[in-house]
């Protein structure tokens, strides 16, 4: 979430119970570093840092992300192997993102501490050939003995409920958090998110990476013909992102955009959420229990 997972986002959702994520996805770090500094002074709640190595590759990220204060990391769109054991030399938690089981065993010899399975329905960039939350989910949970955080599919408690029984421990949530009230992009993007169906994403570059799931648009429907679909600009990113022209870039998005139909702050977002999450599970275990 280059240039949207910022402070005014991410310190809602550690206001709010979660545990808020500050991107380097956008390549920005003097930006990032602002973010940080912001961050402090809009929540006294933990919150973490994500490290995009399809887009941060020096190794100096490590004393980057050490040096302003963070303790949590998670790691994504690369090798596990890269940061892994730095990160933890300088006492951060790692959480790494896979979308497969091999990646998941790879991440867990690396050393890391924690797991985010993110499905193949989630918004972003995708393994163009990877498995659904449903399937990837139980599947890595049965082969590995660290903590699990689904992502890909998740925007209310009774998805949450549903990651927790396939065997998370928790969930992330991007598009769900797009669309928030304190998500920073354009009105014309979240409303886009609230009106589209299950079916108005487009998985775009399958047999040319990177891959990326994104909403359907002009742009998006003229780009899925193309024998590889490149990202625009960062003008013309920004003119989607904040200036709401949805014909100048892509929208990323999940599947999930067919569930969700209101902008909501986060705090009752994540309220919602959990208690509908509990609701479920002891309905669940009503129903079923001996």
């Excluded at 659904?132 to 890909?152: C, E, F, Y």
Aim: glycine residues 12%.
């Amino acid at each position: 979430m280059g240039y949207i997972a910022r402070a005014q986002l991410a310190s809602a959702v550690s206001n709010a119970g979660g545990l808020g994520i500050i991107e380097t996805s956008s390549g920005r770090l003097e930006e990032v570093r602002d973010e940080i500094v912001k961050m402090r002074g809009l929540t006294d709640k933990p919150f973490g840092v994500n490290v995009a190595q399809m887009f941060v590759r020096d190794a100096s990220i490590v004393d980057f992300v050490a040096e302003n204060g963070v303790t949590f990391v998670t790691t994504s769109a690369g090798d596990p192997t890269k940061f892994t054991s730095a990160f933890k030399d300088a006492g951060l938690t790692v959480f790494h993102v896979v979308p497969s089981l091999r990646g998941a065993l790879k991440a867990v010899d690396a050393g890391v501490d924690g797991l985010v399975v993110e499905g193949n329905e989630g918004g972003g960039f995708k393994a163009p050939t990877g498995a659904s939350t449903m399937v990837l989910l139980p599947l890595i949970a049965s082969r590995v003995d660290v903590p699990i955080i689904a992502a890909g599919g998740v925007c209310d408690g009774r998805s949450m409920a549903a990651a927790l029984v396939l065997g998370a421990e928790g969930v992330q949530m991007g598009t769900r958090m797009v669309s928030a009230a304190e998500s920073p992009v354009h009105e014309n993007w979240k409303q886009l998110i609230c009106s589209s169906n299950e079916g108005d994403t487009l998985l775009l570059n399958r047999h040319s990476p990177p891959a990326f799931r994104v909403l359907r648009t002009g742009f998006s429907e003229s780009a899925e013909g193309e024998d590889r679909a490149v990202i625009p600009s960062l003008e013309a990113v920004h003119d989607l992102y904040f200036g709401g022209n949805l014909e100048a870039s892509f929208a990323f998005s999940g599947q999930v955009a067919g569930r969700i139909d209101e902008v909501l702050p986060v705090a009752q977002i994540l309220r919602e959420t959990v208690a509908e999450c509990e609701t479920v599970l002891g309905e669940v275990a009503a129903r079923y229990a001996p």
